[in-house]
């Protein structure tokens, strides 16, 4: 069984989405599909078999001013509308629907990664905790503190899935697969420092108290998962890909050169799986 984590990253997430549209075309498939924020979305639009989908949201839709910005946090108190990302563009009847039922026919899992709104643990959505019209759960793994209030899942109110486990690679081993690809969006010699973090955590802590831990956590976690996902490198147990650099892209980044540049290294970057996967 092969396996790919996607890790997301808000509009960072395109290099996913260039990887993934290569994997289309060339026919490279994954059985287990773990994706945290905007990773889940990417790999349920693979699935699914969209090519060239999610690239329009991260150049184009992205880009309106109903999807993020000031305008939306006036509206809603939220920087990005997750209901109109996975709801109404991506409902049946929206302007790029996802085939859900494609989807669900593929013979692929998918692990959509969320952070408990009150514990801070991890949780697990598979296609069985979604239904057509109903992505609540991709919606949850992308509820960034800060961003987004915290989505719920059926009445367990979730945010972003890169809080509490921002690089999953050991849950694709453990679930059995022999060989997992890790797609990261940022360049695999990047370690994060907690500077913003800690700025976000002291304004949720009243409300939230474990998130606002798990916010200042953040950066050891990740880094201890960037490296444990290097080791499995070492070990011949994961392909680690990565841009060389990211430019000028940012988690909310409107900078369409950027965006599409990204887009275009991930595209290129999915040759270095040629040939490494059976």
């Known amino acids: 069984m092969i396996g790919i984590v996607d890790v997301g990253g ?36 693979y699935m699914a078999g969209q090519v060239g989908r999610n690239f329009a949201f991260y150049s184009n839709y992205s880009f309106r001013p109903q999807y993020m910005g000031l305008g939306v946090m006036a509206r809603t108190r939220q920087y990005v509308d997750l209901d109109y990302i996975y709801g109404e563009l991506t409902n049946s009847g929206g302007e790029y629907p996802l085939d859900f039922q494609a989807a669900l026919e593929s013979g ?31 919606k949850a793994s992308s509820a960034l503190p800060g961003a987004s209030k915290p989505y719920p899942v059926h009445g367990r109110p979730c945010f972003d899935g890169g809080l509490s486990d921002p690089i999953p690679v050991r849950k694709a081993l453990e679930a ?23 700025r976000f955590a002291r304004i949720i802590a009243p409300v939230y108290p474990r998130i606002a831990e798990a916010l200042r956590n953040r950066a050891g976690l990740y880094n201890l998962q960037l490296d ?25 980044t409107k900078d369409r050169s950027a965006i599409e540049d990204l887009y275009a290294k991930g595209f290129k970057d999915a040759e270095l799986l040629f040939g490494k996967l059976s």
């Open 228 to 252: 444990i996902a290097k080791k499995y490198e070492r070990e011949g147990k994961a392909i680690i890909l990565a841009p060389d650099s990211i430019g000028k892209m940012r988690t909310l």
């Open 10 to 45: 808000g509009e960072r997430g395109v290099y996913g989405a260039g990887v993934l549209d290569r994997c289309m075309e060339e026919g490279i498939s994954f059985d287990y599909c773990v994706g945290v924020s905007a990773g889940a979305a990417n790999l349920v639009s």
């Open 108 to 138: 692929k899992e998918l692990v959509v990664v969320a952070t408990d709104a009150q514990t801070a643990r991890p949780v697990y959505f598979g296609l069985d905790d979604m239904a057509q019209d109903d992505y609540s759960a991709i």
């Open 176 to 198: 059995g697969c022999e060989k997992v690809v890790v797609v990261l969006t940022r360049p695999r010699g990047f370690y994060r420092t907690n500077r913003n973090d800690a």
